[in-house]
């Protein structure tokens, strides 16, 4: 179970233990973020005094308490992996978290707005491993040539912490990188794994608003140097990729509130095979 498995990589197993971190979140902390957090209400921070370390172990207990209503993990996400993203945060390197099943939407999906107590969208993009060979990679190519497709993403986060609660690379990481909601765009297979390395890295990623207006540009290597290094980067945390696990490389640029969007968003990968598109509308 990638749950379990990632249960044991963050903090040794240490739910509910005595050994668990100093600021490790209490079950009663828990319960009340997630009934914060299915509410849409603006919530308390987790481990704010804590280490990255804390957070870890509190991530890990919040997972298991989201999983009955988001579904399993699919997958990890690698946040902050822009430097518009680590300025607006204070961070120095990039915070990690995952992804539920049921948090993923199909293209052209309609949602409610707001989606949540601090809803945010980001232009994303997703890579779908199809081999465990990947977890010897060391290079973008070598990462590539695991990964079957690759995907469009619009990422659709929810800060969830009230006003004047601090957001940090440490409380964002306890709240699992604040997952809600996302948008999945169609498969681009992976046939030519340098010719893909090529096209990542020189694509240009632009997200728009409904009504067309250019929100932000960025080149592939705005994330990290490439979209590829995301998944090193996971994996230098500790994480053992398996086939069918997605991995979302983290925003290409700001984040933006729901008004931004005018009634939705879109996210153009020009570079890419068949410069694809991926949208949602805001209800």
Same mark, same amino acid.
Do not use: D, Y
């Given at each position: 179970m990638r749950c379990i498995r990632y249960f044991s990589v963050l903090c040794a197993i240490v739910l509910c233990t005595q050994q668990a971190a100093a600021d490790c979140a209490s079950d009663a902390q828990i319960d009340r973020f997630v009934q914060d957090y299915l509410k849409g209400t603006p +919530? $308390? $921070?987790l481990s704010t005094g804590g280490s990255m370390e804390d957070a870890l172990c509190t991530q890990a207990k919040l997972i298991h308490a989201l999983e009955p209503h988001l579904g399993p993990v699919v997958g990890y996400k $690698? %946040? =902050? +992996?822009?430097t518009p993203a680590?300025?607006?945060?204070? $961070?120095s390197e990039p915070v990690q978290g995952v992804l539920f099943r049921d948090m993923m939407l199909e293209d052209g999906a309609t949602i409610p707005s707001p989606w949540g107590a601090r809803p945010v969208f980001e232009a994303d993009l997703v890579l779908v491993v199809g081999d465990a060979r990947i977890n010897q990679a060391t290079t973008p190519v070598e990462v590539m040539a695991s990964i079957s497709v690759v995907r469009p993403f619009i990422e659709l986060p929810d800060l969830t =912490?009230? /006003? %004047? /609660?601090p957001i940090t690379p440490v409380t964002l990481t306890a709240i699992g990188v604040a997952p809600k909601l996302g948008v999945l765009g169609s498969e681009i297979p992976v046939s030519d794994p340098a010719a893909m390395v090529q096209a990542l890295a020189d694509m240009t990623v632009t997200l728009s608003a409904a009504d067309s207006e250019v929100l932000a540009q960025a080149p592939g290597v705005a994330v990290l140097g490439h979209p590829a290094n995301a998944a090193l980067w996971l994996m230098s945390k500790g994480i053992e990729f398996q086939p069918g696990d997605l991995i979302s490389v983290g925003s290409f640029g700001p984040l933006f509130p729901p008004a931004k969007g005018k009634g939705g968003a879109s996210v153009t990968y020009e570079g890419l095979p068949g410069n694809p598109t991926v949208s949602v509308k805001f209800e």
């Open positions: +919530t $308390a $921070a $690698a %946040g =902050l +992996t822009s680590q300025e607006r945060f204070g $961070a =912490l009230a /006003e %004047g /609660e």
